[in-house]
T-cell receptor
Framework: DGGITQSPKYLFRKEGQNVTLSCEQN?????MYWYRQDPGQGLRLIYY???????QKGDIAEGYSVSREKKESFPLTVTSAQKNPTAFYLC???????????FGDGTRLSIL | DAKTTQPTSMDCAEGRAANLPCNHS???????VYWYRQIHSQGPQYIIH???NNETNEMASLIITEDRKSSTLILPHATLRDTAVYYC???????????FGSGTKLNVKP
């Protein structure tokens, strides 16, 4: 969706390294989300934030960390503790928890 | 959240209506039906959502049965660009999670 920017589109990581995925939005949305998608499967929720300086764990938060210091930004760090980091990562935003979520175009992370 | 059942794949001729079914027989009274689609290597795109009344927007129509146990997404005039995986999701209105299943792969053919 326009207004949600994920970068980079492709990312490669060596084993043992942390890597940070960027998600920026100019929609003035309060809520932001991170999902992971594996080949042929649906999306799984990693972390979400309903307001600045607050975030909650989703279903698969282990090995990931986030911050929400600004309304526009919700970066996701994939740490070395995440044993299977290769996946398609999607960021989503919503006006609030009651509204439909809108997605960015994703970042594809691969292990070298 | 209630689970949904969708056909794995469907074909549709270009210019014809595409009718995508979804079964959600265990849906609760406070759960909405949402439809998204995902074109390969892109993020899911929101299409439409509803509670019990039929809904229409510029992209599609959503028909929900009276007992709310199933619904149909209608793309009135399918184009080649509508080829995608379509996800039917049910969730409580103010719940943070969307549970995406495997969806229906719609193939629009010339």
């Amino acid at each position: 969706d326009g207004g949600i920017t994920q970068s980079p589109k492709y990312l490669f990581r060596k084993e043992g390294q942390n890597v940070t995925l960027s998600c920026e939005q100019n929609l003035n949305h309060d809520a932001m989300y991170w999902y992971r998608q594996d080949p042929g499967q649906g999306l799984r929720l990693i972390y979400y934030s309903q307001i600045v300086n607050d975030f909650q764990k989703g279903d698969i938060a282990e090995g990931y960390s986030v911050s929400r210091e600004k309304k526009e930004s919700f970066p996701l760090t994939v740490t070395s503790a995440q044993k299977n980091p290769t996946a398609f990562y999607l960021c989503a935003t919503a006006e609030d928890r009651y509204q439909p979520q809108h997605f960015g175009d994703g970042t594809r992370l691969s292990i070298l | 959240d209630a689970k949904t059942t969708q056909p794995t794949s469907m074909d549709c001729a270009e210019g014809r209506a595409a009718n995508l079914p979804c079964n959600h027989s265990t849906i609760s009274g406070n759960e909405y039906v949402y439809w998204y689609r995902q074109i390969h290597s892109q993020g899911p795109q929101y299409i439409i959502h509803g509670l019990k009344n039929n809904e229409t927007n510029e992209m599609a129509s959503l028909i929900i049965t009276e007992d709310r146990k199933s619904s149909t997404l209608i793309l009135p005039h399918a184009t080649l660009r509508d080829t995608a995986v379509y996800y039917c999701i049910v969730r409580v209105y103010n719940f943070n999670k969307f549970y995406f299943g495997s969806g229906t792969k719609l193939n629009v053919k010339p």
